[in-house]
């Protein structure tokens, strides 16, 4: 009877302490999980940064190209020498690996759309140092937008074609921006932008790059500091048959020698775009420009003898220089995976003659590019472009780009 007893006391006090030892092990404490959850008011890709209500899209691209470069006048006007490819020590091709980085935020708040988007672009050519540019960096509130963008005077876009060294006739600039446009419904829009004027200042050309330097007492050879920002506008349409724009700018000619006087500038234009039921998708554009002393608002990169918004006639004058041009082009996506792109422009440059000598110039362009997407979001093609350049009082010249590409967008 003792020994029963003692064993059951010895059993009753092992489970007591048993049950004394599972109250001891606090369970584990697991902190509350925020899951990254997809945000789906703005399109595919954008998810909700955690614990915010502000949705993040993060995209990117990585391009190869390969060009070679041929000039076709030996005697004539050497139009690869303005980008180095002309003289027997440049280089005859290019080879250039270009990557994108690309981030859009979007919050809906109680005043309307706050949105920021960023591009950055990593590029290595041959011959060259790794270059980084920040092509956009802008916020935008409502109808306000500030940073760095596309100028709010640009029409045209590369839908048309892929210029990879001569530039199409028509104004393609990024630059930094203070904007408001407002929208008034049906697509109906206007658009006035103040924007970095250094970003459109070509040049001033010196006569003494023309003529016998002692022939003037110019003291300095082109811009000044900056005084006034270009004021650019536009009204447009977009609607489901295509787009239009109207546009204008005024640019201020501030030269830095010091006995000229400046001078205001000036460009004008408008374009359209139309979306024709052809394949899987056609487009078709046009875009006219004419500027005073505002060069690079009629073509991104001219070529010629006389490459200047203005022009010293003497040591106290200056002329403005005038253009024009007019570009166009057409897209085509004939099935999901082939697409081609052609496009052609005009551009005539007119300014004082300096000393006798004439240095108007013309440039005549055209492009074309095939592209085939095996899969979605990956293209491979080849394009190529001819521009010639003709002048009054210098011998013309004509020059070839051609390129393959590859191409990952993500």
């Known amino acids: 009877m003792k020994t029963q007893a003692i064993a059951l006391f010895a059993g009753l006090g092992l489970a007591g302490t048993s049950a004394q030892a599972a109250d001891l092990i606090a369970p584990p404490i697991t902190d509350p999980v925020d899951y990254v959850r997809v945000c789906d008011a703005f399109g595919v890709g954008f998810f909700y940064i955690p614990g915010t209500e502000t949705c993040l899209r993060i995209a990117g691209r990585v391009r190869a190209d390969y060009n070679v470069f041929i000039d076709f006048e030996d005697n004539g006007f050497e139009v690869l020498d303005t980008f180095g490819f002309d003289d027997r020590g440049d280089d005859a091709y290019r080879f250039r690996a270009r990557s994108y980085l690309y981030m859009d935020s979007r919050t809906a708040t109680e005043f309307g759309l706050l949105r920021t988007f960023s591009e950055v672009q990593f590029t290595q050519d041959t011959n060259a140092p790794i270059d980084t540019t920040l092509n956009r960096a802008f916020i935008q509130f409502g109808g306000l937008t500030f940073g760095r963008t596309q100028s709010f005077y640009d029409f045209l876009d590369a839908t048309f074609g892929t210029a990879q060294l001569l530039n199409a006739n028509y104004s393609d600039t990024t630059t930094n921006v203070l904007a408001y446009t407002a929208a008034f419904g049906n697509g109906f829009s206007a658009s006035l932008s103040i924007e970095d004027s250094s970003e459109r200042s070509v040049a001033i050309a010196d006569p003494a790059d023309f003529i016998p330097a002692a022939t ?52 004008v234009g408008g374009g359209v775009t139309v979306n024709v039921p052809f394949g899987e998708s056609t487009q078709i554009g046009i ?73 108007d110039f013309v440039n005549w362009d055209a492009e074309a590019f095939i592209g085939y997407a095996p899969v979605p979001g990956f293209t491979l093609g080849v394009g190529a472009q001819f521009k010639y350049v003709d002048t009054d009082d210098f011998s013309d010249g004509a020059a070839l780009s051609t390129f393959f590409r590859a191409q990952r967008t993500f």
Do not use: C, K
Not at 241 to 252: I, K, V
């Open 216 to 267: 003037f007492a110019a003291t300095n050879d082109g811009y000044g500091g900056t005084r006034f920002p270009d004021v650019v506008g536009n009204i447009r349409v977009d609607q489901g048959w295509g787009s239009a724009q109207l546009m204008g700018a005024g640019h201020y000619v501030h030269p830095g020698a010091v006995n000229t006087g400046s001078d205001y500038g000036f460009a």
């Open 287 to 359: 875009q006219g420009a004419y500027t005073v002393g505002a060069l690079s608002y009629v073509a991104e990169t001219p070529i010629g003898p006389g490459v200047a918004d203005a022009v010293y006639t003497s040591a106290t004058t200056m002329s403005l220089v005038n253009a024009f041009s007019v570009s166009g082009g057409a897209s085509f996506a004939f099935t999901p995976t082939i697409s081609v792109g052609l496009q052609g422009g005009y551009l005539n440059v007119d300014h004082a003659d300096v000393a006798g000598v004439s240095y």
